[in-house]
């Protein structure tokens, strides 16, 4: 349960605010991703990084902004969201990003942009 | 890209009895399918999964099958009990540099004491 931490848990922001979302993992792992979970929705892949290689970026907006420092790092940079990004953003590690590596997810932040 | 389509939404449950999700995917290229377990408030976790050169795979109470040819593939639950309520994600996955793993929407299963 504390392979993959983020931090914070829960965050309320206005739309002109800027916030970062952090996700850390302790498993070794080479691959981190940022998922967006919406009610009634599937879960959404935002960006893959594939030793600290960005290799995927969903048609994501440009207020959401990723970073990854390192392997074991990964943010979220938001800015000027609106409140339809309100969501529980979940992050995911794996040993490489590859078909048929185990995603390990972390408890996720519960975000509201009012 | 691929498209993942899972059924039932909602599925409800005596305790004792068996429960089965269904997955369909688009893309014939997909090789790897998870399916991931997620109680209310925690994180996914994966229950189980299968590789396109299989074509079931079982863990005691758990099972998935998956036919390439149809290309669906689907959960199965025996002897249900009430801890297996929660939200089950099933997900498909190509390998190569454009590697992504695409979900379904979910079904929440409720079992009932």
């Known amino acids: 349960e504390t392979g993959v931490t983020q931090t914070p848990r829960h965050l309320v922001m206005g739309m002109t605010n800027k916030k970062s979302l952090k996700c850390e993992q302790h498993?070794?792992?080479?691959?981190m991703y940022w998922y967006k979970q919406s009610a009634k929705k599937p879960l959404e892949l935002m960006f893959v990084?594939?030793?600290?290689?960005?290799?995927e970026n969903n048609s994501v907006p440009s207020r959401f902004s990723p970073e990854c420092p390192n392997s074991s790092h990964l943010f979220l940079h938001l800015h000027t969201l609106q409140p339809e990004d309100s969501a529980l953003y979940l992050c995911?590690?794996?040993?490489?990003?590859?078909?048929?590596?185990?995603?390990?997810f972390g408890p996720g932040t519960r975000l509201l942009v009012l | 890209g691929e498209n993942v389509e899972q059924h039932p939404s909602t599925l409800s449950v005596q305790e004792g009895d068996s429960a089965v999700i269904k997955c369909t995917y688009s893309?014939?290229?997909?090789?790897?399918f998870p399916w991931y377990k997620q109680e209310l408030g925690k994180r996914p976790q994966l229950i189980i999964d299968?590789?396109?050169?299989?074509g079931e795979k079982k863990d005691q109470r758990i099972a998935v099958t998956l036919n390439k040819t149809a290309k669906h593939f689907s959960l199965h639950i025996t002897e249900t009990q009430p801890e297996d309520s929660a939200v089950y994600f099933c997900?498909?996955?190509?390998?190569?540099?454009?590697?992504?793993?695409?979900f379904g929407k979910g079904t929440l299963l409720t079992v009932n004491p």
């Open positions: 893309d014939s290229a997909s090789n790897y």
């Open positions: 997900a498909a996955a190509s390998g190569g540099s454009n590697y992504k793993l695409t």
């Open positions: 995911a590690s794996s040993h490489r990003a590859g078909s048929g590596e185990t995603q390990y």
């Open positions: 498993l070794g792992h080479n691959a």
């Open positions: 990084y594939n030793f600290k290689e960005q290799t």
């Open positions: 299968i590789r396109s050169n299989v």
